[in-house]
């Protein structure tokens, strides 16, 4: 089934996540469940993803695959660059924050949290999707204002949120079927690049406990983060507990 082919459409959920995870049993590969009002999403690193009734877009897909190995970085690469695709059709210059943040003008309007199931030989990936699109200033806290903003209070326009929801399923279903096949990767990999607002750029990482400053040189064939320090070229083999700061970062 497309991505898409079937919406489960929620008045009020506790998390679109975390609905797909507690029914994947029930539903097939390419199910979208979609929330008005979503009154405990979560994001990375286990924090609070805020949103607001009738102005944020949040939803979430599950993909099932019974494939042998999964590549986990295809999972996070694919959605950020459907989204900024979509993104991009409505005029809005979207960019990449790695890992799979979505910016406008350096501020953050989205961000994605992929959790993955495994029971061999089955493999149930779920992708949330929470986007700021109506918001003004005043829904963001004293804390957030600084980092995050809406299409609607960075870009001054007011698109329909379900315009933009089927616009978006149409792009994850093209890029995912795309691109899903290996040989396709490298393809994918130039549109990320294309898209990253960050390339070439001096960055600082963090990385739990660890901060690592240098270059962000973009992907290596598995998907993973190069970033060139001033002693070593590393890759950052992880996609859960990073984050990433740019020179052009508006809290720097
Ligand atoms: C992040 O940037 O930390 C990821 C945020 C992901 C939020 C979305 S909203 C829909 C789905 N349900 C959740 O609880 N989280 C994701």
Redesign the pocket.
Known sequence: MRIGGKIVRLEQI??????LKLNRHRYKSGTVAI?NT?T??????D?T?L?VPGK?????LLLSTHSKSISIPFFHLFPVVAIVQSLLKFKIDAKIKWP??IEVRGK?I????IEIFSHPPKTDVII????NVLEDASDFTAELKNQAGSIYSLENRTIKKEELFQSLLLELNLIYEQYRDRSQWRALQKLWRDQCAHLNEKITIFQQDKKIKGIFVGLDDNGFAIVETASEQLIIQDYDYVSLRAEHDTDN
């Open positions: 506790d998390s679109t996540n975390t609905y929330t979503q405990n999403g979560h994001g990375r690193h924090k993803w949103s944020s877009l949040t939803f979430s799979n943040d953050k989205g961000g994605i949290l949330g999707i929470g986007l």
